[in-house]
Every structure is written in structure tokens, then in C-alpha cells.
């Protein structure tokens, strides 16, 4: 006899509030990740010519950098399977990983 299939575990609510001069988001095209043995840096640019700027700085640890690659992970998995592949390497946006071993 099969058993029967599992419930789906609900995701934890998260209750945060956004600032509300947070809440229209900031544009970033470009990201340099960057890291030490204690955190990841992540530059998110706004790279327009003349020159590019850093419009956000995020700090963390490496658990949740890789938090955050599992998520981005299965939300592009998702995205392609509703939208079709994504077309790597004709954005502008490319990721520029520098070593930073600091």
C-alpha cells in the first residue's frame, strides 16, 4: 500500500517593514561579489556611461550568501520553466567576480 504523498512544508512568514524610502526599489545592472573568510560583498551598479555607480552595498555571511544563491536558484528554475530559457551573456549586467580573498 503506497503511502500517502507528504503535505508541502509552508515557508516560515517573514514580518519585516520596508522603509519607505526603500519601498521604490534601486536599479542595478552590474554586480561585483567580492569575499573574505567571514563575509560576501555584493556591489550592486547602475552602469551608465560616463562612469557606473554603486547604488547598494550588501554585507553577509556566507550561510546566507548561500541562502540566497539556493533562492535565486530556484526562482530562475521557475522562471525559465514559465518563460523560456534566459539568454546568458547578452546583457550588459554580467557578474564580475574579483578575487577578494581580503
Not at 8 to 29: F, M
Not at 43 to 63: H, W
Request: hydrophobic share 40%; proline share 8%.
Amino acid at each position: 500500500m503506497a503511502e500517502p504523498p507528504s503535505p508541502k512544508k509552508a515557508s516560515p512568514q517573514l514580518n519585516v517593514r520596508i522603509a519607505e524610502d526603500k519601498q521604490c526599489g534601486r536599479y542595478a545592472n552590474k554586480v561585483i561579489v567580492a569575499h573574505s573568510r567571514e563575509e560576501f560583498i555584493l556591489d550592486f551598479i547602475a552602469d551608465f556611461p560616463p562612469q557606473g555607480s554603486v547604488v547598494s552595498r550588501i554585507i553577509t555571511t556566507p550561510a546566507h550568501a548561500a541562502a540566497l544563491l539556493d533562492a535565486l536558484t530556484d526562482n530562475l528554475t521557475r522562471f525559465e520553466r514559465r518563460y523560456g530559457a534566459i539568454k546568458r551573456g547578452s546583457a550588459r549586467g554580467a557578474v564580475d567576480s574579483p578575487t577578494a580573498d581580503a
